[in-house]
């Protein structure tokens, strides 16, 4: 697959991006660069689902990276050929990506793609792209507190092992998967501290910012993302300061892309609120687990990633829900913007029971339908908006309030 990829020059950085982390994005882009060129010879795969273990395809020593790129129209369009216009547009984007003519060069550059079965349109995309591209697919159980879901993700795990080994063409021992385990809790214990520090009344750190944190750990190699990433934690850290008032936001719902960052532009740098947490996979959610560095290791993984926060399509639902909850709370936000891919199978179809839980604790909430066509950014803009001055005139009752409790304890 690899013999199709053209040269593409990087992209230019986002002019929102913060000037601490051009050299991180530097780094992302010269990676992908290095995944299309193929020059070291080592195997290139490629896997969709933040429920995919990256321990084993980095303890086979392949290049390998997470393929979550919002595509562009035509992109998406190449894609709905082979499948209907009620999926959703980011599962047309996976196959439009691995078009021969028109695709994706980073895509077409991988050698195998490994996918879980998750969604339906996710499962059907992959169906598709096996002719495309060496396709393996393999089973995720949704009772993630059953044992025998369990014991059953552990073995599809060691075939996974398996799997990863042969495409190498060399052993996959399980202490060198132990020791890719530790390796990826210190990255993933690392962004969790970077958004720990969104916390703060005053965030050194934007959401925009936060998730080109996450995009680096879907692409750069653990070791290289940590000798990268401490040095600008522990300087972000050092940044102190009060309040600004802006409101504080959580996003939740579908996954973000790498590349579909518009909506998130919109919220800070026109209207000016800040995004403190997200609630999605390509956002803070994979992030709050580790996994058991000792005993058998792919039960481990099997542990670790049934227990890390759930998506919607696990069950109960009342798990994600209670997750959603906790993190909005967690984060002390004002409201949540809840965002959904149209005919998205998983988040379209809960999106009442996610609204409600939120009502029920009391935080708006702003419920938003969209795709990749960027026609709608108007309609957007409008929408959150009106949300914001809805928060800001709460805001402004609450201190009011608190100010007349202050002046009333004070008479007594």
Do not use: W
């Not at 393929?67 to 599962?91: H, M, W």
């Not at 969209?370 to 709460?394: M, P, W």
């Amino acid at each position: 697959m690899a013999t199709h990829a053209a040269h593409h020059a990087p992209r230019k950085a986002p002019p929102s991006i913060s000037p601490d982390l051009m050299p991180i994005h530097a780094l992302i882009e010269a990676e992908q660069e290095a995944f299309i060129k193929e020059e070291d010879g080592l195997k290139r795969a490629g896997y969709f689902c933040s429920y995919t273990p990256p321990e084993l395809l980095n303890a086979a020593g392949l290049r390998h990276a997470r393929l979550f790129k919002a595509g562009t129209p035509a992109i998406v369009s190449n894609g709905e050929r082979y499948t209907q216009s009620v999926f959703c547009d980011f599962s047309k984007s996976c196959i439009g990506g691995f078009d021969k003519d028109a695709g994706d060069p980073f895509y077409l550059a991988v050698d195998k793609l490994y996918n879980f079965h998750t969604c339906a349109s996710m499962k059907r995309a992959t169906e598709v792209l096996d002719s495309m591209v060496p396709t393996t697919m393999l089973n995720l159980p949704r009772l993630r507190g059953e044992e025998s879901s369990r014991a059953f993700f552990r073995d599809e795990i060691a075939h996974f092992r398996d799997d990863v080994a042969d495409l190498a063409g060399r052993p996959v021992t399980e202490d060198d998967v132990r020791e890719q385990i530790v390796l990826f809790n210190k990255a993933r214990r690392l962004i969790r501290k970077f958004s720990d520090l969104r916390k703060r009344p005053k965030p050194p750190l934007s959401g925009r910012d936060f998730l080109e944190l996450v995009r680096g750990f879907y692409y750069l190699k653990p070791d290289a993302l940590l000798a990268a990433y401490e040095p600008l934690y522990r300087k972000l850290s050092r940044s102190r300061g009060k309040g600004d008032g802006r409101p504080r936001l959580m996003i939740s719902g579908s996954e973000m892309a790498d590349g579909d960052r518009r909506l998130v532009e919109l919220i800070e740098e026109d209207i000016g609120a800040h995004i403190v947490a997200e609630d999605h996979c390509t956002g803070l959610r994979p992030f709050t687990y580790t996994v058991c560095e000792t005993g058998d290791p792919f039960r481990a993984l099997a542990d670790g990633y049934l227990d890390q926060a759930p998506c919607a399509r696990m069950k109960p639902i009342e798990d994600p829900l209670d997750f959603s909850g906790q993190l909005a709370q967690e984060y002390a936000v004002d409201g949540v913007v809840y965002v959904y891919l149209k005919f998205c199978a998983c988040y379209g179809a809960t999106r009442s029971a996610f609204i409600g839980r939120f009502q029920e604790l009391g935080i708006p909430v702003l419920e938003i339908s969209s795709d990749y066509s960027h026609s709608d950014i108007g309609q957007l803009k409008t929408r959150v908006e009106a949300f914001i001055e809805v928060l800001n005139e709460k805001r402004f009752d609450r201190l009011l309030a608190a100010r007349a409790a202050e002046a009333e304890a004070a008479a007594d």
